[in-house]
């Protein structure tokens, strides 16, 4: 009790008598007990109307009291011992790569801060996957990656020469800046360093394990899915956004902890606030387990003295911005500033000196507090647990970093403090040697290297450590979707539609079906999936506690504990970490899984960009479906919900092979060598295709086009009359493929032009060909140039035209491979709301504007008089001075 409340106590009497009983329930039946007692005199109190407080936050202390906590195993000094060697060698490694190239960077404050939490996890907490479950999966906090290969490097995993290349990746001789699995594919598990995504990511890891132990498909057992942060990252919207979902889905495998130094990279993180106690109470609002880790042993006995409660209450007014200055400024400053606020409190410390003040350790530094704290969250009461561990960046560095502002830009120390840091943690290396930065590896028959390596034999073998390959699948051949590669018999269909017929056949193969992981955000019905529902079941951690209102229908809404389908409610990024976690769970779980995200184009690469780049870094394998694709196509929706850019986004992304097909057949040929690629023959990349909402009659295959259609384009049809002397080449993607269709047919009646009709499934593809070629050709001089895929089907016969339902610079990439005439349309500008026809006027990519578009290379070659183009152009109303779409 604080000396406020004292004061404020108008019968002590009878609230001593109330605390006396509280105490005797305490020691007599425990604090479940207790917790009862107040939860229903809490609701006793709300029922008579009295105001009650509804703070979801506890004091400023630690949440584990010193008689709770459970005590650490094994020996300390010796992994105090080792945890001194990993910071020199973390401190080492940054500090050379910097000697040799000050541009290398590198940070060293993070780790210097979080040591201790991460030496307690791997020591007694982090399972390797040599065991009898998978692997532990581990979501390292980007900058502290020096200490993670520091640690790696003693036991003897990593060299000399791959700590000295640190930061310098290129020659595949050093260690990459932060976890990126695509460089170092046996080493990390996830990528982490973009903020805010590692955080969200593990809350779907943790999911979907919970989904796949549901389905019966892994037995995942106690395994526990971690995430390190800072609290500063807290502020990305990704690391707290789906902490709801956890606690929802009582997800006891999944721990958050949160390195709350106080500090982000410019300063205090809630200088004039605590960081801590909004993190408490949002956390603990989520339905969270929240464990503050904030103090360390050093403070127990003030605390035993703390009768009055008044170092409690010191501890809840002091800002982060004041705990800052005290680890800056010293144990006098702290003294005086700190406990001198109180006589009661400068009474408690008369008998320490400042040292020992300024030795008074923080929770997240104290092994013994935070192997109490995991072994808490560690639990699995149903709940998934956040703790909360107060550190000091730049512990140890003294001067040059301890509690600065300036922490996390600091890449090396200056003599004085490398000399202190050496001395404070006990490494055995001369003053001679220490201008060199000398790493230090004890003997392999050391003390120290026999305990570092029992501990990991214990936990079932390194960590962390990434499976590169699973078992391959036997993928259905072409001929299991014979139905989706034949025509429509006249009835029409959207390409959505054909893309969840393939679906539903993947889904029904009696090999794979059951690893086909359906993917929504909130938007089945919207693509024609809700036949699914019924017949596969949505995913509830719950299974489904009502009657559906619709449950008399065929198509009911159903939930289910085992469901396949995974409905992510209106949340495209949780969606695309569900896709991404199944698209990883070859390598985290040795189990192939084929997610397929369906949700609207503009929601997709737009709106969680940064996802889908760490897909390509994870090496995920799976497909992403941009539905309702197209700038004109989804017609009603107006500017946001249309997409004529996603394929320029998904190019960007290096292994994501992206496809927009038109007609069913090509779908059904891409979607089946895609399985081929990632499922068969494990091929590191991911699928992107776009499909429309737009309906229309489907052709038969033509004959010999599978080829062509996974290269990137064929050709679809030709009119030709040996008559005829001029000649174009036509070419379309999606949608507008039928528009580029009908112009050829205009072309033909109305002007005696032969041509060739191209479809086009793939720019990107296209592009990536003729870029691989021209790059062999430049380093080959000598040699017999190679021909391009493009100027193989294209070239000698005639102008090209391209028009699609994307931004002009889609088709425009081809370009460079193109000897012609080459006039590119596309939807330049933002979208709008009208009909298709005006819409693909109004972006001039219809198939007037290809029949003029023709005309008019035909004439910039001299084949035909510029007044031909003049008179279609009043022939087909096209207004000359027409604003430009782009501008308005």
Same mark, same amino acid.
């Given at each position: ?20 009983a509280l105490e005797s329930v305490l020691r007599e039946e425990?604090? #479940? ?7 229903? /005199?809490?609701?006793?109190? =709300? ?9 979801? =936050? ?91 290969? %520091? ?56 999911? @979907? ?15 526990? @899915? ?19 979902? %956890? ?11 949160? *390195?709350?130094?106080?500090?982000? $990279? ?92 300024? *030795? ?41 970093? #301890? ?44 003390? #120290? ?15 962390? +450590? ?8 036997e993928v259905p051949s072409l001929e299991a979707f014979k ?82 389908? /995974?409905q992510e409610g209106i949340n495209e990024a949780g969606a695309?970490? +569900?896709?991404?976690?199944? %698209? ?110 737009? *309906? ?34 036509? $070419? ?9 269709? !009908? ?12 041509? *060739? ?15 691989? @070629? ?22 000698? +016969? ?10 002009? /610079? ?26 298709? !026809? ?33 008179? !279609? ?16």
């Amino acid at each position: 009790m604080t000396e406020q409340h004292i004061l404020n106590d108008v019968d002590p009497t009878e609230t001593k008598e109330w605390v006396d009983a509280l105490e005797s329930v305490l020691r007599e039946e425990g604090p #479940e007990r207790v917790q009862y007692i107040l939860d229903r /005199l809490n609701q006793e109190a =709300t029922k008579a109307g009295a105001p009650m407080p509804a703070s979801i =936050t506890t004091s400023y202390r630690n949440t584990i009291s010193p008689q709770d906590e459970k005590p650490l195993p094994g020996d300390l000094f010796m992994e105090r011992r080792i945890r001194s060697i990993i910071r020199w060698n973390a401190l080492a490694m940054v500090m050379k790569a910097n000697r040799v190239d000050s541009t290398l960077g590198g940070h060293i404050t993070s780790f210097s801060s979080a040591a201790t939490l991460y030496d307690i996890g791997f020591n007694h907490f982090f399972r390797g996957g040599d065991g009898k479950q998978e692997a532990d999966m581990v979501f390292f906090q980007g900058h502290i990656s020096p200490g993670i290969y %520091a640690r790696s490097y003693i036991e003897g995993r990593l060299t000399d020469e791959q700590l000295d290349n640190y930061r310098r990746e290129v020659d595949g001789k050093g260690l990459s800046s932060y976890p990126h699995p695509w460089l170092m594919p046996d080493y990390w598990q996830f990528p982490t360093v973009s903020m805010g995504l590692g955080p969200h990511q593990a809350i779907y890891q943790a999911h @979907v394990l919970k989904y796949q132990q549901s389905r019966g498909l892994i037995d995942h057992g106690d395994r526990k @899915v971690w995430a390190f942060l800072g609290d500063g990252e807290c502020d990305e919207p990704e690391s707290l956004g789906a902490i709801a979902l %956890a606690g929802r889905e009582k997800l006891d495998n999944l721990i958050f902890v949160i *390195n709350c130094n106080l500090q982000r $990279l410019d300063g205090p993180v809630r200088g004039n606030g605590k960081i801590v106690q909004e993190l408490e109470g949002v956390f603990r609002g989520a339905g969270w387990n929240v464990v503050k880790c904030l103090w360390g042993r050093h403070w127990d006995p003030l605390f035993e003295k703390d009768t009055k409660g008044l170092l409690a209450k010191r501890m809840d007014e002091v800002c982060d911005g004041e705990l800052q200055n005290y680890k800056a400024n010293g144990g006098a400053y702290t003294r005086e500033h700190f406990f001198g606020k109180y006589p009661e409190l400068l009474e408690m410390v008369k008998d320490m000196s400042d040292d020992d003040i300024m *030795n008074l350790n923080r929770g997240g530094h104290d092994p013994y507090k935070v192997y109490a704290a995991y072994a808490e969250a560690s639990k699995n009461d149903g709940r998934p647990t956040v703790v909360l561990a107060q550190t000091v960046k730049g512990y140890g560095m003294f001067k040059a970093a #301890e509690a600065q502002n300036t922490a996390h830009q600091t890449k090396k120390l200056d003599e004085e403090s490398l000399a202190m840091f050496r001395d404070k943690f006990g490494i055995p290396i001369s003053d001679e040697e220490l201008k060199d930065l000398p790493y230090y590896r004890p003997a392999e028959d050391s003390p #120290e290297m026999k305990y570092l390596r029992a501990r990991r034999s214990e936990l079932h073998g390194a960590f962390p +450590a990434r499976r590169k390959a699973s078992e391959a699948l036997e993928v259905p051949s072409l001929e299991a979707f014979k139905a989706q590669i034949q025509n429509t018999k006249g009835r029409e269909i959207s390409s959505t539609m054909a893309f969840v017929r393939v679906l539903n056949t993947l889904v029904k193969d009696k090999k794979i079906g059951h690893r086909v992981v359906p993917i929504v955000a909130d938007e089945a019905r919207t693509f024609g999936m809700e036949g699914m529902f019924r017949q596969l079941g949505i995913y509830s951690a719950e299974g489904q506690r009502y009657t559906p209102h619709d449950h008399t229908q065929i198509m009911y809404y159903k939930e289910d504990q085992k469901g396949q389908i /995974l409905q992510e409610g209106i949340n495209e990024a949780g969606a695309m970490s +569900a896709w991404l976690a199944c %698209a990883t769970s070859y390598s985290n779980s040795n189990y192939p899984m084929i997610p397929v995200y369906i949700y609207y184009s503009m929601f997709g690469f737009q709106r969680v960009g940064d996802l889908a780049y760490a897909a390509g870094d994870s090496r995920a394998r799976g497909f992403l479906i941009g539905a309702t694709a197209g700038r004109t196509t989804l017609n009603g929706e107006g500017l946001q919900h249309e997409d004529g850019h996603s394929h320029l986004l998904a190019g960007t992304i290096p292994n994501c092979v992206s496809y927009d097909p038109t007609y069913s057949y090509e779908v059904a040929v891409i979607v089946q060598d895609g399985m081929r690629r990632m499922y068969n023959e494990q091929e590191s990349v991911f699928y992107y295709l776009t499909v429309m909402n737009e *309906n229309y009659a489907h052709e038969d295959m033509p004959e010999g086009a599978e080829e062509g259609i996974i290269k990137g384009m064929y050709k679809l049809k030709e009119h030709t009359k040996k008559a005829n002397k001029k000649q174009v080449q036509l $070419l379309g993607s999606g949608v507008i493929l039928r528009e580029v269709e !009908a112009a050829a047919e205009m072309l033909f009646n109305d002007y005696g032009i032969n041509s *060739n009709v191209w479809s086009v499934t793939s720019f990107n593809e296209l592009r990536r060909d003729g870029l691989d @070629v021209e790059r062999w050709n430049l380093l080959h001089p000598e040699a017999e140039p190679r021909a391009n895929y493009v100027s193989d089907c294209l070239n000698g +016969a005639g102008p090209v035209i391209a028009s699609t339902d994307h931004v002009k /610079l889609f088709a425009d990439q081809i370009r460079p491979f193109i000897d012609s005439t080459y006039s590119v349309l596309g939807t330049d500008g933002f979208g709008r709301s009208d009909t298709r !026809a005006k819409l693909r006027h109004f972006f001039e990519i219809n198939r007037y504007w290809v029949v003029v578009a023709s005309l008019k290379a035909l004439a910039d070659d001299g084949e035909i008089e510029a007044s031909v183009v003049q008179e !279609a152009i009043v022939k087909f109303g096209l207004d000359p001075e027409k604003p430009n779409p782009v501008t308005c």
